[in-house]
């Protein structure tokens, strides 16, 4: 049976462990350019995409025919997009594509029972031969679609966090893709009030709210921030008043700033730190409020930490995978690349714990290892002082994260060694980890208590 879906919620449903899954669609959308004019290498990045794909059916002869059959006929709707429970897409990404270039809001979906691990992620493109620039021009498309077709969330910042503004977009920055920053600066009491009621007007919000809000921020200077950002899967949910779609993630974002942040001004009131609209709907309304005002755009070094250590250590450690022949899962990561994820400190290396049957595939010694230059294989037993082995860390999923694949210590173990080592450099370490739980980072008191326990009885 088909049912009729948001082609902007299908298109940001493809992601999956904070990764793009689905490069492809755009590679598509950028040869659909080509087709219109509007650049002169879409149709090799997609005839390269296909030959490494090994699929021939999809020639660019035969798009171009597609094509022209969606500008005679327009977009057929019996044919539709096979999606997983999950709704990533199984087979239909040139229909996304095209759904996305004509701005079709809504297109027919079949939904098949099972779960998929289908990945055409800009790793896969690195892995296929694609070089710097092409991966560069796919990625800039990809966060062209999110812009021009609306497929991004607006935060707006009031007025009592402002000397805050900057920290708190880095701190978006640090996990999200942030698109733009502008700040406006309002005349008077008047023109204040009416934009903050123009930002609501779409939302489900009481009329009273919105004048408590107005009345708590008078006395601050008539100044907020619109950040715009694209969060990922935004994981939307049915809202219980009105049965509209409410992004998960975003409810997420909200709780986490204004907690942290309202401890830091004088009378607090309930939301008087961020505004985020609860669906692209809302993040259209939000922009077309602002267009009448004038802004300064905000020009601020929001470097994603996660895509800083993946553009420094990623392709080296695809290489070393397969020169030792190595899987993802015959290893974790630890160390000092989880602090520079957790935007910590900057790390100087890659350390990994191999397993042991793999591992002596490599090297015979028990010790520490180099085996390019920045990827170095750690000591055997580098959480025992945790009671957990090497082969349980990797395979253990409490005990790691994973990012595209890759799977890394999870930072409370990394603190735990810390703890347990107290070497010199650790010391500086240990401090910031604890001052960034006190901040807000999310901490695992269960897997902590477990250790502690595990290492007390073992000491017993």
């Keep these: 049976m088909c049912i009729s879906y948001d082609t902007k919620t299908l298109f940001s449903r493809q992601y999956g ?118 991966i560069n021009i796919i990625c800039e498309k990809q966060k062209d679609i999110i812009q021009k077709k609306g497929i991004y969330f607006v935060a707006t910042l009031w007025p009592p966090v402002q000397e805050y503004f900057d920290d708190i977009t880095k701190e978006l920055g640090q996990e999200y893709i942030i698109l733009s920053v502008k700040d406006y600066t309002f005349q008077n009491d008047q023109e204040f009030a009416a934009t903050i009621k123009g930002l609501y007007a779409v939302d489900d919000i009481e009329d009273w709210k919105i004048d408590k809000k107005i009345e708590y921020m008078r006395d601050y200077d008539k100044k907020i921030r619109v950040i715009t950002f694209d969060i990922g899967d935004p994981e939307f949910r049915a809202k219980t008043r009105n049965n509209k779609p409410i992004s998960m993630e975003v409810e997420r974002i909200k709780k986490k700033y204004r907690e942290k942040y309202s401890k830091k001004i004088d009378n607090y009131f309930y939301n008087i730190i961020m505004h985020i609209g609860d669906n692209y709907e809302h993040s259209e309304h939000m922009m077309k409020t602002m267009k009448k005002f004038n802004y300064n755009e905000i020009k601020i070094s929001v470097e994603n930490k996660r895509d800083s250590w993946m553009t420094k250590y990623l392709s080296e450690l695809e290489e070393v995978t397969k020169k030792y022949n190595l899987s993802k899962s015959d290893f974790c990561i630890v160390g000092s690349s989880i602090l520079e994820l957790k935007n910590i400190r900057k790390s100087n290396d890659v350390d990994i714990v191999v397993a042991y049957a793999k591992r002596r595939e490599i090297t015979d010694t028990n010790r520490a290892c180099k085996i390019s230059k920045n990827v170095e294989i750690v000591g055997r037993g580098w959480a025992a002082c945790l009671c957990i082995d090497d082969e349980e860390l990797i395979t253990n999923s409490k005990y790691h994260f994973e990012i595209n694949g890759f799977k890394f210590v999870k930072l409370e173990l990394l603190y735990l060694k810390k703890l347990n080592m107290k070497r010199e450099k650790d010391i500086e370490d240990i401090r910031m980890i604890e001052e960034c739980f006190r901040n807000g980072l999310e901490w695992d008191h269960s897997i902590i208590q477990e250790i502690v326990d595990k290492v007390e009885a073992k000491q017993k």
Excluded at 19 to 38: C, H, P, Q, S, W
């Design 17 to 134: 462990q904070g990764m793009f899954n689905r490069m492809d669609t755009v590679v598509r959308y950028l040869a659909i350019e080509e087709y219109y004019g509007k650049n002169d290498y879409g149709f090799n990045l997609y005839k390269k995409m296909q030959k490494v794909r090994g699929q021939n059916l999809h020639n660019i002869e035969r798009f171009s025919e597609l094509i022209k059959s969606i500008e005679k006929h327009g977009f057929y709707r019996e044919s539709s997009i096979l999606v997983d429970l999950n709704m990533q897409l199984i087979d239909g990404s040139h229909r996304l594509a095209y759904a996305l270039y004509f701005n079709e809001e809504r297109i027919p979906i079949r939904i098949q029972p099972q779960l998929t691990n289908i990945k055409y992620d800009i790793e896969w493109f690195r892995s296929a031969g694609f070089n710097d620039q092409e």
